[in-house]
């Protein structure tokens, strides 16, 4: 029979508000626990490798981000060699090696609520540490999919973050027949492999709509579903640009159609200049909706947070079209900015 534990209540007037401090804003929070989920070889470990060797060397992640000095790493993992594999491509990714350590788990095995993470911490000196992946540090017996079991571990290395005020990030494989994609976004977690994945979607949708203008042609319809994705088995992801029966020639003052356009992201103000004025400004307009939404997940482009962020989605929507994206590869320029993780 389960002990009967004491009720205490905690009045929010008697609690003191804090504000999280983050290593890299939105997705890695100092104290705080971030997982990083996604399909085996969909490139987790190689992201997090070298946003860890940046972060060796004291390197912005994005112009915003607020580091002044050479972050130490603790980087545990279970799945490659540290002479043979892990150490080469620490270099590689140009770390400074002599901020990254390991917990020695050669004579005991390491697990999520050893007691030897938080003494590592304060040893290092550590502001992240990296456990790749989760399911390597569960305990022998431990069911991941049991929540109560899960539950019990994330909340005492949970505890170990809030305590030591390190950024803990935890690498998590999906089983292969797990489900659609959106099987991805765990509950509590943070979908961190989501953003690379949305600069590759994002990478290909530039191309896409490169080829179209490079043939003279404007698409004229971009909405939400006219951008298709092909999900394969090899993890293979395909962006189709799709409905291509409302284009309308660059140069020309006609349409397909002498219908209205019909796509969901246009400039409203098509409406009053009318839509044989529609123009690479009136395109790149819509694209910029686009590409934020596939980033971010957000339709509303109110209270974007991230300066760089906001200032390539104002130039993109601007009421004034000479200052709006000329090109496709003018927005791309903004864009590697704006979205730094494209580096990858």
Not at 152 to 179: D, F, P, Q
């Amino acid at each position: 029979m389960e002990e009967s534990a004491e009720l205490k209540l905690i009045n929010m007037s008697d609690v003191q508000t804090q504000e999280i401090k983050w290593l890299w804003y939105p997705f890695i929070a100092y104290g705080k626990m971030t997982i990083v989920q996604g399909d085996p070889g969909d490139g987790k470990s190689t992201l997090v490798l070298n946003i860890a060797a940046k972060l060796s060397r004291g390197e912005r992640l994005e112009p915003e981000m607020n580091i002044d000095k050479p972050v130490n790493v603790i980087y545990q993992t279970a799945e490659d060699g540290l002479a043979d594999t892990v150490k080469p491509r620490l270099e590689q990714a140009g770390a400074d090696c002599s901020r990254i350590s390991i917990i020695d788990g050669s004579e005991k095995s390491l697990s999520m609520i050893d007691e030897r993470i938080e003494k590592a911490i304060i040893a290092a000196e550590a502001g992240l540490l990296i456990l790749d992946p989760i399911q390597a540090y569960l305990g022998g017996g431990t069911d991941m999919n049991r929540a109560n079991e899960a539950r019990e571990y994330t909340k005492r290395l949970g505890s170990i973050a809030e305590r030591t005020g390190c950024a803990i990030v935890l690498i998590g494989h999906m089983n292969k027949g797990s489900g659609a994609k959106a099987a991805y976004r765990g509950m509590g977690s943070i979908d961190f492999f989501a953003v690379a994945r949305s600069v590759m979607l994002a990478m290909q949708i530039f191309r896409g709509f490169s080829y179209i203008h490079s043939k003279g042609y404007l698409h004229r319809d971009i909405s939400f579903t006219n951008v298709l994705l092909q999900h394969y088995e090899n993890d293979l992801t395909i962006v189709k640009i799709s409905d291509f029966g409302l284009v309308k020639m660059e140069k020309s003052d006609l349409t397909s159609f002498g219908s209205e356009i019909k796509g969901s992201l246009n400039d409203s103000n098509l409406q009053i200049v009318g839509f044989g004025n529609y123009n690479m400004e009136y395109e790149t307009f819509a694209l910029t909706r686009l590409i934020y939404y596939v980033m971010t997940g957000r339709y509303n482009l109110e209270k974007i947070k991230n300066q760089n962020i906001k200032d390539f989605v104002l130039k993109g929507i601007s009421s004034d079209l000479d200052k709006r994206y000329h090109s496709v590869a003018e927005m791309k320029e903004a864009f590697d900015v704006a979205f730094p993780l494209s580096g990858y």
